[in-house]
């Protein structure tokens, strides 16, 4: 494959990767003379006290700490005006975020509106933020967003139900840290959604009308760390092994996703999400092979690469024979998880020519960089078959 033309890689300046690599952030933190965090901690993650010892011992040494701990599902305006107070409130001079995509984009508008002003509804879209934001870390205990190394938060405006995509390049952290050990406590059916969210994140950059080389290379060897991983953190959720694998692969998966740009799925998943409250990881995992059925015409090649990819045997296949492997295989991992339907989520099929509609609400939106264009009437057909789920 020949690219033409200059193309712009973004990524978080530091990584740090391993386990029990989340004990190096107060040394971070005090290297840079930083004591005065705002934590904003999933609520779960929280109330298990996974991250208790850590701030019991920023408290013991005279740190300032003050935490937000009330994201429980996606972040909303409401969440990020309120942590922007706390962080007021207490003079902090940092942001930590310890917790999933939703924790971390609520704090990523808590970091950007410490320093700017108005309303974050003043911010969606592309470039918007005036003002450096305050220093951010984040942590993520699932193996799916990948918000931590990503110039985009994602913040409901519920009264408009629309969800807001705020992107800048000052949204990227200044330091993410991939604990696997922090993906231990995910339950099965989280495993499940985070993960093909990140294996979306994957197969959406690599066919993305936006890919370039870099996210290309990366998007690839994401697939190829979650495909045979997935099942097995769903099916053990203690396999420290596949915990590491998908970790690597849904950060290969962000940093190509962030540069290359999702397409059609998320579009339709942010979209189902709103409107029905369905978390963004499942709404990608029903929706994810229905949409490469639609697409896998205009560029057969890419989805007999990633066929490939993910360990299927093709040899002696037709170039479409290869291609098709690809839509079975995401079809196999959300059989083997018990991915349900958007029926079985509360969708109904008198809401799909609305749904259908609000998919294209926001212009330029990642349905724009899908290799094969939908209208609204392939949207709500699209919908219909993952309503119902269609046969293998």
Same mark, same amino acid.
Do not use: F
């Given at each position: 494959m020949v690219f033409s033309g200059v193309t712009q890689f973004r990524t978080v300046p530091q990584i740090l990767f391993g386990f029990d690599a989340l004990a190096h952030c107060g040394t971070y933190m005090s290297d840079r003379g930083l004591q005065r965090p705002l934590f904003v901690i999933d609520?779960?993650?929280? =109330?298990?006290?996974? #991250?208790?010892?850590? /701030?019991?011992?920023?408290?013991?040494?005279? %740190?300032?700490? @003050?935490?937000?701990?009330?994201?429980?599902? =996606?972040?909303?305006? *409401?969440? #990020? =005006?309120?942590?922007?107070? /706390?962080?007021? *409130?207490?003079?902090?001079?940092?942001?930590?975020?310890?917790?999933?995509?939703?924790?971390?984009?609520?704090?990523? $508008?808590?970091?950007?509106? !410490?320093?700017?002003?108005?309303?974050?509804?003043?911010? +969606? $879209? %592309?470039?918007k933020i005036i003002r450096p934001r305050a220093p951010l870390i984040a942590a993520p205990t699932t193996a799916g967003t990948g918000s931590e190394v990503t110039q985009t938060a994602v913040i409901?405006?519920? *009264?408009?139900? &629309?969800?807001?995509?705020? &992107?800048?390049?000052?949204?990227?952290?200044?330091?993410?840290? =991939?604990d696997p050990r922090l993906t231990l406590s995910m339950p099965?059916? #989280?495993?499940?959604?985070?993960?093909?969210? @990140? /294996?979306?994140? !994957?197969?959406?950059?690599f066919i993305s009308r936006r890919r370039q080389p870099l996210t290309s290379a990366m998007a690839l060897s994401a697939i190829g760390h979650i495909a045979p991983n997935i099942v097995r953190a769903w @099916?053990?959720?203690?396999?420290?092994?596949?915990?590491?694998?998908?970790? #690597?692969? +849904?950060?290969? @998966?962000? +940093?190509a996703f962030t540069n290359a740009s999702t397409a059609l799925v998320h579009g339709m998943a942010r979209t189902v999400g709103i409107y029905f409250h369905i978390p963004h990881g499942m709404a990608n995992a029903i929706l994810l092979p229905h949409v490469m059925e639609f697409t896998l015409p205009a560029v057969p090649h890419l989805f007999a690469a990633i066929a490939e990819a993910m360990g299927e045997r093709v040899d002696g296949f037709t170039l479409r024979e290869k291609a098709e492997r690809a839509v079975v295989a995401v079809k196999g991992l959300g059989r083997d998880m018990e991915i349900p339907t958007l029926s079985d989520m509360g969708v109904t099929e008198d809401s799909l020519p609305e749904l259908s509609k609000h998919v294209f609400a926001v212009k330029p939106g990642t349905p724009d960089f899908n290799p094969r264009l939908a209208t609204v009437e392939d949207v709500r057909g699209i919908y219909y078959r993952s309503l119902y789920g269609t046969p293998d």
């Open positions: 609520k779960v993650i929280y =109330e298990l006290g996974t #991250v208790s010892p850590m /701030l019991d011992m920023m408290k013991n040494e005279g %740190w300032n700490v @003050a935490i937000y701990a009330d994201i429980a599902s =996606e972040p909303c305006i *409401e969440h #990020v =005006e309120a942590g922007t107070a /706390l962080y007021r *409130e207490n003079r902090c001079d940092c942001v930590v975020a310890i917790g999933g995509g939703s924790t971390i984009d609520g704090a990523k $508008g808590m970091a950007a509106m !410490a320093t700017n002003p108005g309303s974050i509804r003043e911010y +969606q $879209g %592309w470039d409901s405006d519920e *009264e408009n139900r &629309l969800k807001m995509r705020i &992107l800048s390049p000052l949204n990227i952290p200044d330091l993410a840290i =991939e099965p059916s #989280v495993t499940a959604a985070t993960g093909m969210d @990140a /294996l979306t994140h !994957a197969i959406e950059a @099916a053990k959720g203690d396999d420290l092994e596949a915990r590491e694998s998908m970790m #690597v692969g +849904q950060l290969l @998966a962000a +940093q």
